[in-house]
């Protein structure tokens, strides 16, 4: 799995939740670091899922999905933002990631559950750890 943002303590909050329920994890906190984890093997084999933030600057988690979804990667997507202090801003971006076809779009903060339920759901893989 790839989580990809530029925010390095919600970066490592994160890989520490995504560990502890089982899950292998790679950081990028940024898109170009994410493409290049996603092309040094052919197919992106052994990226499953990709978790982005969507609001980043230089490039953003919006072109990210785009590229991914035109290259026909059969990786499974989900989108977060936080949209720093904008609600409605976080709602439009969540929402054009919906349009993209993402499997979950999340606003932060969000319930850790709920990811862990999600990725259980899209990789088949149960996750034994309780985030509490």
């Given at each position: ?73 059969r990786i499974k997507i989900i989108a977060i ?52």
């Open positions: 799995m790839l989580v990809v943002d530029d925010n390095r303590y919600f970066l490592h909050a994160l890989n520490r939740l995504l560990t502890t329920a089982g899950h292998t994890v790679l950081e990028a906190s940024d898109v170009a670091t994410a493409l290049e984890i996603l092309t040094a093997e052919p197919d992106g084999a052994g990226v499953e899922v990709l978790i982005t933030d969507i609001l980043m600057p230089q490039r953003d988690g919006i072109q990210l999905i785009r590229e991914l979804k035109r290259s026909n990667r933002t936080g949209g720093g202090y904008d609600n409605e801003l976080a709602e439009d971006v969540l929402a054009a990631a919906q349009i993209l076809g993402v499997d979950l779009a999340l606003q932060k903060p969000f319930d850790p559950q709920l990811l862990l339920d999600t990725l259980e759901r899209l990789t088949d893989s149960p996750s034994s750890a309780d985030p509490s």
